[in-house]
């Protein structure tokens, strides 16, 4: 048996805390290595708690996350009828995106365990920790004008605030593609990135990207995230098992895509405002090539912000960024202090 399996064999034989020093003896390897082995397990998703005087103890180990434990929780006919599982990858879009210039059919999802060059919008980057996410990428293609697919972030949205908010979390939807959790800050769970590839006037095929932070404890956060992000484990104080999480996230999604792909964005637009973290706040509106602020008066049917900068008409952003521009304890908007959307 290998020094790592060794520790984790007598971690998982005990109840209790196993001192460091007897994991050494038993082994014949020293502390110092004792504690690399853990590090490296820690690494791959066990849960090992560590106390100075007391050694380690095993909290919990990584859920099998796959494509048959995802298969097996249930997914839609579509979304998810080919799952391709990546260990690394630079990001879970670029391959989707080769997918779909491959000529790949609709509804194939690619995961990764950890992604080295996640990306958000804008050449913003995604943080990736290995082996506690998800990193998701839907290939579509539905047949709509280019300029609709901003519609599809706000569609995935909707569906990942949904699930988390099965598990018990109460996050909302920061406009255009922020989940998130409010409390003192605006605490960030997941983002998405949509990508397109379009002729003229035709869209050949969209990919969704989503990125949520399902068992990220603070340490795994870059420090420029310190009190800005937050994971569903974080909030909710247990793990999250990944695959069920994963295959909840599928259906919901394949059923919010159905509703838009009938209806158009007003027929998920109702579930969108229910959950809306902006309506009634003071925001800064950063759009492509102007910056103003107002209060914030939900979104059109068509997915545009609405912004009341005072003289009617209500302005209407298509693209940008949105920034609350009090504390999220200050102020009385409509979806605030823990509303029940
Ligand atoms: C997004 O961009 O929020 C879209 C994120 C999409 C990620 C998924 S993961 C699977 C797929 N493959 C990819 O390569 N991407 C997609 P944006 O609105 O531009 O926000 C990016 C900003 O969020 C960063 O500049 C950070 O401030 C913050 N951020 C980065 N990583 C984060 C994390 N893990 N949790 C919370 N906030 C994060």
Known sequence: MSSRRGILAALEAADDYVSGAHLAAS???SRAAVWKHVAALKHGGYEIEGARSRGYRLRSIPSAFGESAIRSRGVGRRIGRRILMLDVTRSTNSDAMALGREGEAEGV?????????????????WESRRGVNLYASILLRPTMAPGLAP????VAGVAVAETVREEGVDARIKWPNDVVVLGDSVRKLAGILTEIEAEADRVAFVVVGIGVNLNSDPSHFSPELAGRATSVRLELGHAIDRAAFTARLLRRFEECFDAWAGGGFAAVAPRWRALSALDGRRVRVASPGETFEGVCSGIDDDGALLIDVGPPPLRRVLAGD????????EGAGSAANGGNA
């Open 27 to 29: 082994l014949g390897i």
């Open 109 to 125: 999802v690619v995961l990764a365990e950890e992604q080295t060059a996640g990306r958000g919008r804008l050449g913003r980057s």
């Open 151 to 154: 519609q599809l972030s706000l």
């Open 322 to 329: 949105v920034t609350l521009r009090a504390a999220y304890s």
